[in-house]
C-alpha cells in the first residue's frame, strides 16, 4: 500500500463528505429513515457514503471495501480492507448537537493502521501520517493542501485521577459500574469516534465502551489512537480488539492510554 497516496486520498474524501453533511445539516429540515436493524440513516449518510466510496474505488481498485452503508459489502472476507462510516453520530446528527464524525480506515492483517476521523461541525481533524504517527490539523482545511499539524500522543496517565470519556447517547448502568472501579478526577461525554481521539490526545485516559459497535464506527479512530501510542483491548479479556470479524461486529472494548491500570471486567 502507498500510504502516502492513501493519507492524501482519505484526508481529501472526509474533507469532502464533510461538506456535503454540513450542507443538509443546515438545512431546516432532512428526511430520517430507519434501517433494517432499526437505526437512524439520513441522506447526509448516503451522501457521503456516495462521495467516499466512489473516491476510495477509483484510487484503490485491488482493495476490498466495507462500507456501512453498502450491506453487499459487509459479505466481504480477509483481514485487510479499507472501512467507512460515512456519518458516525447520525443521532447526534440528527439532534443537531455537532459531534458526529466521517470515519475512514485502512485495516492490514486485522489492525487498523491508518485512519482519518473528521468532525466537520467541530472543525476537528484527525489522521494517521503515512509514516503511522497521528496528527491533529488546523486551519482551514484545504483539500489539497495539508494545513498546519501537531503530532499527538496520549496522556502520562494518573491512575489516581483519571480523566474519562463515555459515550453520549449510549451511556448506561454497566458502564457506569466499570467506570466506578477506577479513580476519576473527571468526566467527559462524547459522540461517536471523537471519544477515541480524546484518549489519543491525551484529553482522556480511559473509554470503555459496553455496549453493540461495528468495526466501521470504531477503526479509524482505533488507528488514530494507535498512532497515538493508545491501545484498544477487549473488554472481557483485555486482549487486542482485531478486525475482519464475522459480520464485522465488535466485541465491548476499552480504549486507554497504556499507563492506564486496567480493572477486570
Not at 22 to 46: C, L
Request: proline share 4%.
Amino acid at each position: 500500500m502507498d500510504y502516502n497516496k492513501l493519507v492524501t486520498v482519505m484526508r481529501k474524501l472526509s474533507l469532502e463528505a464533510g461538506d456535503k453533511i454540513m450542507e443538509i445539516y443546515g438545512q431546516d429540515d432532512f428526511d430520517v429513515k430507519a434501517k433494517s436493524d432499526d437505526s437512524p440513516v439520513t441522506a447526509a449518510d448516503e451522501a457521503a457514503d456516495a462521495i467516499i466510496s466512489a473516491g476510495l474505488r477509483a484510487a484503490f481498485p485491488d482493495v476490498a471495501l466495507v462500507t456501512e452503508e453498502q450491506a453487499a459489502t459487509h459479505a466481504a472476507q480477509g483481514d485487510t480492507f479499507l472501512i467507512v462510516d460515512p456519518l458516525d453520530g447520525t443521532k447526534e446528527f440528527i439532534h443537531r448537537r455537532g459531534d458526529f464524525t466521517v470515519n475512514i480506515a485502512l485495516v492490514e492483517g486485522g489492525v487498523p493502521t491508518r485512519g482519518v476521523v473528521y468532525a466537520p461541525a467541530k472543525s476537528r481533524m484527525f489522521f494517521t501520517r503515512a509514516d503511522g504517527q497521528s496528527v491533529e490539523e488546523t486551519g482551514e482545511f484545504n483539500k489539497d493542501t495539508v494545513g498546519q499539524v501537531a503530532p499527538i500522543s496520549v496522556s502520562d496517565s494518573d491512575n489516581s485521577a483519571l480523566m474519562v470519556v463515555a459515550s453520549k447517547s449510549h451511556r448506561d448502568q454497566a458502564t457506569d459500574d466499570y467506570i466506578a472501579k477506577y479513580a476519576v478526577k473527571d468526566m467527559k461525554s462524547a459522540g461517536s469516534s471523537l471519544k477515541f481521539c480524546l484518549v489519543a490526545t491525551g484529553e482522556a485516559d480511559l473509554y470503555p465502551r459496553v455496549g453493540r459497535t461495528m468495526e466501521w464506527d470504531t477503526a479509524a479512530g482505533h488507528a488514530v489512537l494507535l498512532g497515538a501510542g493508545g491501545a484498544v483491548v477487549r473488554f472481557h479479556d483485555l486482549t487486542p480488539l482485531t478486525y475482519g470479524k464475522e459480520g464485522f461486529a465488535n466485541p465491548f472494548f476499552i480504549a486507554h492510554a497504556p499507563g492506564v491500570d486496567l480493572k477486570p471486567a
